[in-house]
């Protein structure tokens, strides 16, 4: 029935509409195919993940109670291995408790040696720094008796030159004085004789001037005549040359005039110039005398102001060298007390790292008992109590601390040069024993350079010329013998044969 539907509506159609048709239909088809799938696609990713989570959770439980089956037999392990580790650990701590309770005792034993050495130590540090302490005291008490005695003689000496110089100033400021007083005189004498000079000369400028005027009064009126004859004709003629004639010849009045006294001035003071000259000449004659007699004094007062600088820088010097070497050997005896110091700090750090390698003995008994009796040691006691007369003795009575260091001290060396003794003893036994081996060596060997020498294989007589036993003559460090017996020996002859 929908076939024959399909069929007639195609029927219908158009062939446009029939393609048309077609293509929707197969684009339908196609895109439920294309739902289907992915659907099913879906469908199965699902189930994979519901797969892939049981055998996840599967795996899991696995693992869980394989953990718990490991678990068990490593806490069993691990129970096993405690209960041994802390077996062990109790021995350690117990050993380690015994090593500290004794290096607890070491370690009181060389407090209580070290605050010994100390006290002593500082001790000797006191009495030195006391020591110096002393000499810096009678050093700064050298320095300011003299230093005061230098001070006294310099304000004495500046009393005096200051004393000496006030009376020279004095003496000057009078000679000063005296030549004001003198040089006023003579200028007041001047001044007066030039005033009764120049009033001379002006009387008797002034006789002439009227004498002169006289003449030349009766002499004008002759020319005024003449001349007021000769301007009435002259007027006639030239009147305007007249007036300035007239003019000219009141500036040549006036001229004369001023010429007249610029002379009589200029005269004047020629005059004046020439008397002071000769009273400067003179002036100048006494003043290069009384200077020449300054200028000596002066230089003596220099010669004797050089004199005194030259012993004030003298003594100067002198102090400065005197305070140097102060300050050096006071630096000196700084640098020596400090090397004495860094000398006794690493003379302790020895002691404490001799310390650390002395036996059981030396620590016990670090002293060696004195060969002394008991009366030498109450004199030696006695001894050192008594006060020291001689200056070395007074030096070794300061280091009588140091006695129990210096037996210490020569128990060490005693022991070194035991030891040394020993290696040497010890060396020569080597090589007597490097030369039995080289000679046994020999012997053991046969070729014509061993048997061209001493063998010991050539017995004679049951004699060989070779020395094959070296003992040791000294007792103190002779080996302990020891027989050896060889073991095939043992074999054949003692062990019971099967």
Not at 458 to 466: D, G, H, M, P, R
Request: glycine share 2%; hydrophobic share 35%; net charge neutral.
């Amino acid at each position: 029935m929908p076939k024959k539907k399909k069929s007639g509506k195609l029927a219908k159609m158009t062939e446009e509409e029939r393609i048309l048709y077609l293509e929707q239909q197969r684009l339908a088809e196609e895109e439920m195919r294309k739902k289907k799938e992915d659907m099913l696609t879906q469908f199965l990713k699902d189930k994979l993940n519901k797969e892939e989570k049981a055998s996840k959770f599967n795996l899991n439980k696995l693992n869980h109670q394989w953990r718990n089956i490991m678990r068990e037999a490593k806490s069993k392990e691990l129970k096993k291995d405690i209960e041994i580790l802390s077996q062990t650990f109790e021995r350690v701590v117990d050993r380690k408790e015994s090593v500290i309770k004794s290096l607890a005792k070491d370690l009181m034993e060389a407090e209580e040696q070290y605050a010994m050495a100390l006290r002593s130590h500082l001790q000797n540090v006191d009495n030195l720094i006391d020591l110096q302490v002393q000499r810096l005291e009678t050093l700064k008490k050298e320095y300011d008796e003299e230093l005061e005695l230098l001070k006294k003689e310099f304000d004495t000496e500046r009393a005096m030159m200051i004393d000496q110089h006030l009376q020279e100033i004095n003496d000057l400021a009078d000679i000063m004085f005296a030549m004001d007083q003198n040089f006023g005189e003579r200028e007041n004498e001047a001044k007066s004789e030039f005033q009764s000079l120049r009033d001379e000369i002006k009387n008797k400028n002034l006789e002439e001037k009227h004498a002169l005027r006289v003449i030349l009064e009766t002499k004008v009126e002759d020319l005024w005549k003449q001349f007021e004859s000769s301007m009435k004709s002259y007027n006639d003629t030239t009147e305007e040359r007249r007036s300035a004639f007239e003019v000219l010849k009141n500036k040549d009045e006036k001229s004369a005039e001023e010429i007249e006294k610029q002379m009589r001035k200029l005269q004047r003071v020629s005059d004046t110039i020439a008397q002071l000259k000769a009273k400067m000449a003179a002036n100048a004659k006494e003043a290069e005398e009384r200077n020449r007699q300054l200028k000596g004094e002066r230089e003596g007062m220099l010669l004797h102001f050089q004199e005194l600088k030259g012993q004030m820088n003298r003594l100067r010097d002198i102090e400065r060298a005197r305070l140097t070497k102060l300050t050096l050997d006071s630096n000196t005896a700084l640098k020596q007390l400090k090397r004495k110091s860094e000398r006794g700090e690493r003379i302790l750090k020895l002691a404490e790292m001799g310390r650390k390698l002395e036996t059981e003995e030396e620590k016990v008994l670090p002293f060696y008992a004195s060969s002394l009796t008991k009366d030498e040691q109450d004199d030696v006691a006695a001894a050192v109590v008594e006060q020291p007369s001689e200056r070395l003795a007074a030096v070794m009575h300061e280091y009588a601390a140091l006695e129990t260091f210096w037996k210490r001290y020569n128990k060490v060396m005693l022991d070194k040069c035991a030891l040394d003794k020993e290696k040497h003893t010890l060396l020569h036994e080597n090589q007597q024993l490097r030369t039995l081996l080289k000679q046994y060596l020999d012997g053991i060997s046969v070729n014509d350079e061993i048997l061209s020498q001493v063998n010991p294989l050539f017995v004679v007589n049951n004699q060989t010329n070779v020395k094959l036993n070296v003992p040791v003559a000294d007792p103190r460090i002779r080996r302990p013998v020891q027989t050896v017996v060889e073991a095939a020996h043992v074999v054949r002859h003692v062990l019971p044969s099967k």
